[in-house]
């Protein structure tokens, strides 16, 4: 599986941006995916997760209420919506799939895709 993330730039306090995570390769095999992020001198930290399935979303309870995740599973993409931006959402953005097939499991990260917030 590989991942392409795109969509990332720099915006002001809340405005928007809508990444997008393109998916090619054996994605039938994948379970999950989802959106982390890591800023400077940070550890990566866990954004959003939607289930491939089922389309079952998760978030961050400091993204709850301002960021959507969305899947559309025709054109092998993910989103995830960025609304009511802060400053402190500054960070590279990594997609992440979980694989599972015929007892193997997979875990795939895209390059990143950087999200600037200003003041």
């Known amino acids: 599986v590989q991942l392409v993330e795109s969509g990332g730039g720099l915006v002001q306090a809340g405005g928007s941006l809508r990444l997008s995570c393109a998916a090619s390769g054996n994605t039938f095999r994948i379970n999950a995916m989802g959106w982390y992020r890591q800023a400077p001198g940070k550890q990566r930290e866990w954004v959003a997760t939607?289930?491939?399935?089922?389309?079952?979303?998760n978030y961050a309870d400091s993204v709850k209420g301002r960021f959507t995740i969305s899947r559309d599973n025709a054109k092998k993409t993910m989103y995830l919506q960025m609304n009511s931006l802060k400053p402190e959402d500054t960070a590279v953005y990594f997609c992440?799939?979980?694989?599972?097939?015929?007892?193997?499991?997979?875990?795939?990260w895209g390059q990143g895709t950087q999200v600037t917030v200003s003041s």
């Open positions: 992440n799939a979980l694989t599972f097939y015929s007892g193997s499991s997979g875990d795939y």
């Open positions: 939607i289930d491939s399935n089922l389309g079952v979303t």
